[in-house]
């Protein structure tokens, strides 16, 4: 009998369970095979790279086919990453090879070769300090005695010189500066800190002198060891990046890796600039915002222990940490951590788990802290840090509800929400008026007839779903699934001309404050404004200082220090007062509170003028009488009553399909197989949107007590929903822990 022969078992980027078995490349013997490497194996008629999860072995009757290539020598995915993964795969319920392919940058999933990440700086050569005397004034000479103290390394010329690409050009092509390798000197506490001692370019800017409680919190993180979870909890204004910054350079003085996870792309270039200052080290980005070849270059950099501080928005969060010492999560109550497609996974949770894995702190910050998180705290599960008052002296700013009722509205703002936009400006202050819908207007209207323009591919018969008027009334576009036509010459019931579009859009509300305000600048900041690269941050720096207005959506909510803003109008909250959804009362509390903290942050008071239809609704009445705390504490009780998260677990079963009936019978099937589960089952049921894309969409939800008890039914379940006769005639998902119910 012959023996078995050792093969190789590969996780595919494929939506199935199970990895697959190949046999070792020619000329390669399994065992020099590492798990976490990456490997190109033929699959049916194609060719994919996946990464070697294990070894096994098998029948020598059994014909495998051998993979065509391993591109690496060393495993990309293994240690911890690989455990982390490994579990996050098994929480989902999620294909292994799917979760490993989400935790690569792009570029590496696709096979390409490890990128060089090489560390450049930029010096004065002999020439130049020849020359250096002679030169006249100008951006050359500013760079060139910059760089007569020492090389300078580029990512930190981009934090303590803007703009000096074009002037380092012109000086090396006259022979006067040189472009440098810095050797890695990897743990090392001197590379670390830039040699700060000794090299006056690398001193980094000192910060505001701490108040007692950002000393107190700093000293908590900095005094805790292994793994120790902290809830930052501060007002607006309260200087929780002070204590990260505080918290990271005790990190980098020990020798170790920071990672800081933002919600934003846009929040990335200010906190970036304000990191590179105060560190005084290099500090690395990674978001969807890169190019390809750069997100690659930045997890490799990490991943070999190089790059020391780390921000980045979600998916950052998978970012390899060889000498792990720090996890920051900013804004952590914000809805952009979760990931809504494909791999449904929550960015903070996940960090906790690596957090814990590596045995380092982690600090949790926000002015407005999920009840999540703020459950956990009174649990006693972290740490809870108070930050009570602003920093340096700032006071909070005054918030006024104003009742609108029966009152003219221009592009939805009040005659008294336009004279105290006035009064603002001519005491040379900036207003941010916040309107949390992009686009013209959110209908488009027959006044004769009452016929509403609906996207075609996500309106049913008995739903409609409007499409968004755009482009100062020229487009339609529908935010749910991208289709966009022009809007019609006449109404297609009645040919009447009278179309009209109700309502106000952020483009809408730009439109109507250019024109009364013709002597400021006025901006506007959503996704269609900031689709380029540094976009927000470009439009910030035209504002500069001086009086101007921003019209934005929640994009302006986060994170974002504008010191001369002084009043800020909230325009529209009342959709968000009544919505089915449980955390919408959650959201609207935090998007409230965040955007009325842009106001008043530094030596100026600021005023939030509140705009509503429901004056008295209690949310309002809440959250100006009590703050957010007394909204948060009665909402836990409220959600502990009806059994809803942090009080329960939730898993939430989607499916679709091109026709109604093949969801409901895969969805039937999934509930017949949990019958005795002992979980509560809702559904199968229509989705709130029962239409998107041209997809019928229903759902079924799980609910349990016991995380424990969800799970193992879950467990359960996997294996013969993927056998189901209808699992290959609909597309369909899992998401555990849904933030939305839709």
């Known amino acids: 009998m012959q023996a078995t022969r050792p093969v190789l078992r590969v996780a595919l980027p494929l939506p199935l369970p199970q990895p697959f078995d190949y046999a070792p ?66 929480y989902l319920h999620a294909p292994l090879g799917e979760v490993l392919a989400s935790a690569l940058p792009s570029a590496l999933r696709r096979g390409e070769p490890l990128p060089d990440t090489t560390r450049y700086a930029w010096a004065l050569t002999e020439a130049g300090r020849t020359r250096l005397p002679s030169m006249r004034s100008g951006k050359p000479q500013a760079l060139a005695t910059l760089l007569a103290a020492d090389a300078c390394e580029e990512a ?27 050797e890695a000197k990897v743990g090392s506490e001197s590379a670390l800190l830039g040699e700060a001692d000794s090299d006056p370019t690398f001193v980094p800017i000192s910060g505001p002198t701490l108040n007692d ?79 390809d070849g750069e997100r690659a270059r930045t997890w490799m950099a990490a991943a070999r222990g190089q790059a020391r501080v780390i921000v980045g928005t979600r998916s950052a969060v998978f970012v390899p940490l060889p000498e792990a010492g720090l996890i920051v999560i900013d804004e952590e109550h914000d809805g952009s951590y979760k990931q809504f497609d494909g791999i449904r996974y929550q960015a903070r949770d996940f960090a906790l788990v690596r957090a814990k894995t590596l045995g380092v702190p982690i600090v949790l910050g926000s002015a407005t802290p999920s009840l999540e998180s703020l459950h956990n705290a009174q649990a006693g599960r972290f740490a809870h840090l108070r930050l009570r008052k602003r920093a340096g002296g700032a006071h909070p700013p005054q918030v006024r509800v104003q009742d609108v009722r029966k009152r003219p509205l221009h592009a939805g703002l009040s005659a008294e929400a336009l004279q105290a936009i006035g009064h603002a400006l001519a005491a040379g202050g900036q207003v941010l008026v916040f309107k949390n819908r992009r686009g013209y207007a959110p209908v488009l209207l027959c006044h004769d007839c009452g016929w509403s323009a609906h996207c075609p591919r996500c309106s049913t018969p008995e739903q409609g779903t409007p499409m968004t008027v755009h482009g100062a009334g020229r487009r339609l576009q529908c935010h749910h699934c991208g289709t966009r036509r022009p809007v019609p010459l006449a109404c297609p019931d009645c040919a009447s001309l009278g179309l009209q579009p109700q309502g106000a859009g952020t483009e809408r509300i730009e439109e109507l404050l250019q024109s009364r305000f013709t002597e400021v600048p006025v901006l506007r900041i959503d996704r269609g404004s900031t689709r380029q690269r540094d976009a927000l941050q470009g439009h910030f720096d035209t504002l500069g200082t001086r009086a101007g207005i921003l019209v934005g959506t929640q994009m302006l909510a986060k994170g974002h220090d504008l010191p001369n803003l002084t009043l800020v109008v909230v325009v529209g909250v009342d959709e968000g007062l009544f919505s089915a959804d449980f955390r919408s009362s959650e959201k609207l509390a935090q998007l409230l509170i965040q955007v009325a903290g842009r106001a008043g942050r530094a030596v100026k008071p600021g005023t939030v003028l509140i705009q509503t239809h429901h004056p008295d609704h209690p949310l309002l009445l809440v959250l100006i009488q009590g703050g957010y705390h007394a909204f948060a504490e009665a909402e836990l009780e409220q959600r502990e009553a009806a059994g809803f998260p942090p009080f329960a677990h939730l898993a939430l079963l989607r499916a679709e399909a091109q026709h109604t009936d093949p969801p409901m019978r895969f969805l039937q099937c999934a509930k017949d197989l949990l019958r005795d589960a002992g979980i509560e089952l809702s559904g199968p049921l229509p989705a709130p949107m029962p239409r998107r894309a041209g997809y019928q969409r229903a759902q079924l939800l ?40 839709y």
């Open 213 to 291: 409680e950002q000393r107190s919190a700093t000293e908590a993180i900095g005094d805790a060891s292994g793994f120790a979870p902290f809830l930052l909890d501060g007002v607006t204004g309260s200087g929780k990046t002070e204590v990260y910054l505080h918290a990271i350079r005790a990190c980098l003085a020990r020798g170790k890796q920071a990672l800081v996870l933002v919600p934003e792309i846009g929040l990335t270039p200010q906190l970036l600039q304000r990191f590179r200052s105060r560190l005084g080290v290099p500090v690395d980005v990674l978001h969807s915002g890169l190019g």
């Open 25 to 90: 490349p020619p000329g390669i013997e399994s065992a020099s095979v590492q798990r976490g490497q990456r490997i190109l194996v033929p699959f049916g008629a194609r060719e994919l790279y996946g990464v070697v999860v294990g070894h096994a072995l098998a029948d020598p009757g059994i014909e495998l086919k051998a993979a065509r290539l391993l591109p690496d020598t060393v495993p990309l995915v293994d240690g911890e990453l690989f455990e982390s993964l490994h579990w996050l795969a098994h």
């Open 156 to 182: 930190l010329l981009d934090a303590v010189h803007p703009g000096w690409r074009t002037p380092a050009r012109t000086l090396r092509e006259r022979g006067l500066v040189e472009r440098i390798t810095l």
């Open 702 to 741: 799980l609910t349990s007590p016991q995380r424990r008890q969800l799970h193992a039914a879950l467990d359960a379940l996997m294996p013969p929903l993927y056998a189901a006769p209808d699992a290959r005639k609909v597309r369909w998902s899992l998401d555990v822990d849904p933030a939305e119910l």
